[in-house]
């Protein structure tokens, strides 16, 4: 295969009785690589990244829905008992994602608040942070540098204010928890999906007296009714969920059973597991006609 420059930029490549012309352009037009400070760079396990990643990025706002600060990953830095908690935060308005890593790392230097990591550098974050043990990472004003032996990768921030996910938190009451068999929860999850509707997966949940009773209905197929044996001796509930948010929940939770917190029929659901202390997640219910 052959490569020779022509006029104006043109670039001409022969390979055997094949021909092609692609277009160039100017060397000085390049876009110049992004300058940094080697100084604010600490050392990062490519696990913990990964893990904080695969367990929030299935709640960030697609550019579908027109939701220009969570299309974002919000990524803060605690210091807690004198250790570093990278702490990541997602939402699409409807639902909640968290997930907290301790790192054996030093602490980032000059980074006190948070940062909104736009949803393909948080892709790109999670290629390079599953090909390295471990990587040089920095927080700038504007971007994020990684860096490991053989290549470099800048991603400029988002900015924007995050919601205030904290007096979420606080709002969400965490008596009458239901210990539920992830498992068994999840299957089911599978079964009634099937049978809602493609765009808002609506299924009915209803708790009492250590059962767990699951209904959905589709215009066309027909519907589904599935019961699972729980822990939970609260008042009867009954509320809507989107199925599919729960399911994305569960297959990334570590652990074979979950505890879930629902104090009335139009409070949201807090789903944690003792297996996977770092994860918190928060499923808004929905009105079912």
């Known amino acids: 295969m052959n490569f020779k420059e022509g006029e104006k930029n043109w670039i001409n490549i022969t390979a055997g009785s094949s021909t092609y012309k692609l277009a160039g352009m100017v060397t000085e037009e390049f876009p110049q690589f992004e300058q940094y400070n080697e100084e604010d760079l600490v050392e990062i396990q490519g696990e913990v990244v990964c893990d904080l990643i695969d367990k929030t990025m299935f709640s960030i706002a697609t550019e579908k829905e027109n939701m220009y600060n969570l299309n974002a990953a919000l990524f803060q830095q605690l210091i807690e008992d004198e250790k570093t908690v990278f702490r990541m935060v997602t939402s699409d308005g409807h639902r909640l994602s968290i997930?907290?890593?301790?790192?054996?790392?030093?602490?980032?230097?000059?980074?006190?608040?948070?940062?909104?990591?736009?949803?393909?550098g948080i892709q790109q974050i999670r290629k390079f942070g599953e090909e390295q043990d471990t990587f040089q990472f920095g927080v700038e004003k504007k971007k994020i540098v990684l860096k490991s032996d053989d290549s470099i990768l800048v991603i400029r921030l988002m900015e924007g204010e995050f919601p205030d996910f904290e007096n979420i938190l606080n709002f969400i009451s965490k008596e009458d928890n239901i210990l539920i068999n992830k498992i068994l929860f999840l299957e089911s999850l599978k079964r009634i999906n099937l049978f809602t509707e493609d765009i808002f997966h609506a299924i009915k949940f209803e708790l009492d007296n250590n059962q767990l009773v699951l209904t959905s209905e589709h215009a066309d197929f027909g519907s589904a009714r599935d019961e699972i044996a729980i822990e939970y001796t609260g008042e009867k509930l009954s509320m809507g969920f989107n199925c599919r948010y729960f399911m994305e929940?569960?297959?990334?939770?570590?652990?074979?059973?979950?505890?879930?917190?629902?104090?009335?029929?139009?409070s949201?659901?807090?789903?944690?597991?003792?297996?996977?202390?770092?994860?918190?997640?928060?499923?808004?219910?929905?009105?079912?006609?």
């Not at 301790?102 to 948070?114: M, Q, R, S, V, Y």
């Not at 949201?268 to 006609?289: N, Q, R, V, W």
């Open 99 to 120: 997930m907290r890593r301790e790192t054996e790392g030093a602490p980032l230097p000059n980074f006190d608040k948070f940062i909104l990591i736009p949803r393909r």
């Open 249 to 266: 929940a569960l297959q990334v939770m570590e652990g074979e059973s979950i505890q879930a917190s629902i104090s009335s029929n139009e």
């Open 268 to 289: 949201p659901c807090l789903i944690t597991s003792e297996d996977d202390e770092g994860f918190l997640g928060i499923i808004m219910p929905m009105k079912l006609s």
